[in-house]
């Protein structure tokens, strides 16, 4: 038994979210900061995030992503959003201190399959909390033409399709299949799903303390 103490030890440090830790982010005017680690989850602290005019930051392939956010200055057309490599929309826990927003938009819709990943059916939307302090800023999403106003896109995938010319197409490519493969012609060999995925869930509140 005292062999597999250490192993267990190990595998239970690799299943931790990768944590990242940034002392000061500024992401120019229609620049973009990519967080891409082979990690699924990842954990992420900024002391100071400065997203200019239509700045983004983008989540590739990450489930799940906590990011507290000591002090942000957040200016018009701001964004922020990501998937799961799956057609599935990023998890988004956000703590954060508004020193100065004028709009965000977190994009964490679920994807189509047709013009994602036809690998994966229609995705699901993320999962969206956001933890503001109170002593800050106090954001704001039911009305975009006032400031301080987060848009939050979280509905599931497959809106965007059209069932009946879906169907028209995929038949198409089958007939036109080679003898003994009438899927040949379709991507991975797959007809996708044209159900629709779930709508993520959001929670947005104030709170007095940001904990790390």
Do not use: C
Not at 49 to 62: G, S, T, W, Y
Not at 99 to 114: C, E, F
Not at 126 to 133: A, E, S, T, W
Not at 160 to 177: E, K
């Amino acid at each position: 038994m005292g062999l597999l103490a250490p192993f267990l030890a190990s595998s239970q440090t690799k299943l931790k979210p990768k944590v990242i830790e940034i002392k000061k982010l500024v992401i120019d005017k229609r620049d973009s900061y990519e967080f891409s680690s082979r990690d699924s989850s990842v954990s992420i602290f900024i002391d100071t995030l400065v997203m200019r005019p239509d700045a983004k930051i983008k989540f590739l392939n990450k489930k799940d992503v906590a990011m507290l956010v000591r002090h942000a200055v957040i200016e018009k057309g701001a964004w922020m959003g990501g998937s799961d490599g799956k057609n599935n929309g990023t998890n988004i826990k956000l703590d954060i201190n508004f020193y100065s927003l004028k709009n965000l938009t977190i994009n964490v819709a679920g994807q189509d399959a047709k013009s994602a990943n036809r690998k994966f059916d229609n995705g699901n939307g993320g999962n969206v909390v956001i933890n503001y302090l109170s002593s800050g800023v106090i954001p704001q999403i039911q009305t975009s033409k006032q400031s301080a106003y987060i848009e939050i896109d979280n509905r599931g995938g497959g809106y965007h399709t059209n069932p009946q010319y879906d169907l028209a197409v995929i038949f198409g490519q089958i007939r036109s299949g080679s003898p003994g493969r009438p899927l040949g012609q379709l991507s991975n060999g797959r007809v996708y799903s044209g159900g629709y995925g779930s709508d993520g869930k959001t929670n947005v509140q104030a709170v007095t303390s940001l904990s790390q």
